[in-house]
């Protein structure tokens, strides 16, 4: 029984930072969306089946584990809302060289791994 509870805390957890991770690109949505499914999955049914059948995070995770791809328009929308936050980090809020050629180089690399992802087709989420 403790060990429910304690996958179930782990999942809303991991749910909440997945949900950050929509707001905020450097942090990675689809992975705590995964262990958020893995850890409801094993501490709760119900919790679990609310989740798959999200209309938002239910897409995200099948989506990933059926097509290991990500849609265009979530591509998309991810790099553009990352890359503007980081331009307007290191042109506006930052004022260190070290930290903005930082910010760049992890743009670059979280940039990267989106686009390694297959572009999933529009009709294969439906």
Do not use: Q
């Not at 991810?78 to 050629?101: E, G, K, M, P, Q």
């Not at 992890?106 to 297959?118: D, E, N, R, S």
């Amino acid at each position: 029984m403790m060990k429910k509870k304690i996958l179930v805390a782990l999942g809303f957890i991991s749910l909440f930072l997945g949900i950050i991770g929509i707001l905020i690109p450097l942090l990675p949505t689809t992975p705590f969306l995964l262990l958020a499914a893995v850890c409801f999955l094993n501490g709760s049914d119900r919790i679990y089946r609310w989740l798959m059948d999200h209309k938002l995070f239910g897409a995200y995770i099948r989506n990933f584990r059926e097509h290991h791809a990500i849609p265009l328009r979530t591509k998309v929308f991810a790099i553009s809302l990352l890359w503007l936050t980081i331009l307007i980090s290191v042109f506006i809020v930052v004022d260190s060289i070290f930290v903005d050629i930082l910010l760049m180089i992890i743009a670059i690399g979280v940039t990267a791994h989106i686009l390694h992802f297959k572009t999933l087709p529009e009709n294969a989420d439906k």
